[in-house]
């Protein structure tokens, strides 16, 4: 199960004309790493203030910044292992800030909803958070051990962002949506994992 990771194709060729430009002017894909990394840095500000809009245009213009790394390197037929590692750093940077924009949003706005205790609505930003990084250390393991470096869903990256947005348009339901990101996290994460350990069995990454 892919997830919106399946959409990926396409979003990149929507942005087709600056992939061509950067080529055609040998912009280096770490660019696009830091663009990236700099919307999401936005988007934390416009989701602790609760403008659902503005950080869904921000998270897509992330997104868009993750793409165009990739796309790059490739289209320039460059292969650095120093930009496996800014692109990975990159990803983990922003979902850092994102989260902790949402913690801020949290706290600003409290919510009932699944709260008990010191299960608060930032609470359950730090759970998500935490669980948002299972998904990306079972594929590092995997590629590690000469598997395949997995991505996409059910809940990836694009997922997570997506319930970014609709946890800041509805702060009430922060909890809510937290949960369903750890839940979502974790079931990747051993999907991933499974996927991984059919795949080096069968002797190769498949």
């Given amino acids: 199960m892919r997830g919106l990771y399946a959409l990926k194709p ?33 988007a934390a500000v416009a989701i602790a203030l609760g ?19 990739g796309a790059v390197a490739r289209a320039r037929g460059l292969s650095r292992p120093w930009g496996f590692v800014l692109n990975e750093l990159g990803d983990r940077v922003g ?8 913690a801020v949003l ?6 009932t909803l699944l709260v008990a205790g010191p299960l608060t609505g930032s609470a359950w930003v730090l759970l998500a958070a935490l669980a ?7 594929s590092l393991a995997a590629a590690g051990a000469g598997g395949r470096r997995l991505n996409g869903g059910p809940f990836g990256k694009t ?7 609709v946890a800041t348009a509805l702060p009430a339901w922060i909890p809510v949506v937290a949960a369903l990101v750890v839940v979502g996290s ?6 991933r994992l499974a996927r991984t350990r059919t795949d080096l069995a069968a002797g190769g990454p498949g």
């Fill in 10 to 42: 396409w979003y990149t060729r929507r942005l087709g004309a600056v992939l061509r430009a950067a080529v055609r002017h040998g912009v280096s894909p770490d660019v696009f790493t830091l663009l990236g990394v700099l919307a999401a840095a936005a």
């Fill in 51 to 69: 403008w659902w809009v503005p950080a869904l245009l921000l998270l897509a213009a992330r997104l868009a910044g993750a793409n165009l790394d």
């Fill in 186 to 191: 974790l079931l990747t994460a051993a999907l």
């Fill in 95 to 102: 979902d850092l800030l994102m989260f902790g924009g949402l």
């Fill in 159 to 165: 997922e997570r962002c997506a319930a970014v947005v």
């Fill in 132 to 138: 948002a990084t299972a998904p990306t250390f079972a």
């Fill in 106 to 111: 949290a706290v600003r706005e409290p919510a």
